[in-house]
């Protein structure tokens, strides 16, 4: 099955200023895109309107993360239904700098999940092993666990606004990245998984990134495989080279 090329840019908490975030902006929207790639940007929270209104050639916007409640006595969160009141699509969950750094398991992200597709939001829904768990081999058993939390609170319609990340811990801003044949592999096993846990028909719907040091340099044989479906890029989505791991196949 033919599944559409995805990008997403993952900004974090990058840039620190106006400026800064207007020549990014501008860097993508003169760059010539593959039209047939889908590309989703995700900056600050306080720059998501901004970015919005300004930038062009096709790209849509996500948010970096979202809480499951609508609105209420949560200071600093933000929710799905004011990022869709606000025109924003989607939306990043279950980052692993949200699982480790911010203490959210699997659980708490299903949850938010769930609340972010009542609301309207397409989920871009990272899951992903540490080095320790990778060299122990259990690259699959981690990322199934963390896929059954969102499993069990959806039903097989809800997986056409989900897009999966695997970023694999020990790639995510080393510059260490997963060899092609390893991106395949988890890519392959996490289809597998959604073919019994959901369906055959969702496993070969669902779009399925890689994520981990993604530069110009690596995307193409990345690309190739057939199980890997684009890429959710972190540091290299700040750098002109963005536009080329945008264009892997073009």
């Known amino acids: ?14 840039p620190t200023t106006l400026q800064a975030g207007t020549a990014l902006v501008s860097g993508l929207n003169s760059a010539d895109l593959d039209p047939s790639t889908e590309v989703v940007i995700a900056p600050p929270t306080i720059y998501l309107l901004s970015v919005k209104d300004s930038i ?36 990043i969950l279950g980052h692993s700098e949200r699982r480790t750094i911010f203490h959210e398991d699997s659980a708490l992200v299903a949850t938010k999940t769930r609340a972010a597709i009542d609301a309207g939001l397409k989920v871009i829904l990272c899951i992903g092993e540490t080095l320790e768990q990778r060299e122990a081999g259990k690259t699959a058993e981690v990322c199934e666990a963390q896929l059954k939390a969102v499993v069990d609170v959806t039903k097989d319609v809800d997986w056409s606004k989900v897009v999966i990340a695997y970023e694999p811990v020990w ?31 969702v496993a070969a719907k669902v779009q399925i990134l890689y994520g981990g040091s993604v530069t110009a340099a690596n995307c193409k044989e990345l690309a190739r495989q057939p199980d890997v479906d ?14 080329d791991i945008i264009n892997a196949r073009k």
């Open 1 to 14: 099955m033919t599944r559409q090329f995805f990008v997403g840019g993952n900004f974090k908490l990058n």
């Open 56 to 91: 062009s050639n096709n790209v849509k916007i996500a948010a970096q993360n979202c809480y499951f409640k609508e609105s209420g006595a949560f200071t600093g969160e933000i929710s799905p239904k004011q990022l869709v009141d606000a025109g924003i699509p989607y939306v």
């Open 230 to 243: 684009g890429f959710l890029v972190g540091g290299a989505s700040l750098k002109p080279e963005f536009a």
């Open 171 to 201: 790639a995510i801003g080393t510059g260490k990245v997963a060899t092609s044949a390893q991106a395949q592999q988890a890519h392959a096993d996490v289809r597998a998984y959604l073919s019994k846990a959901v369906s055959a028909d």
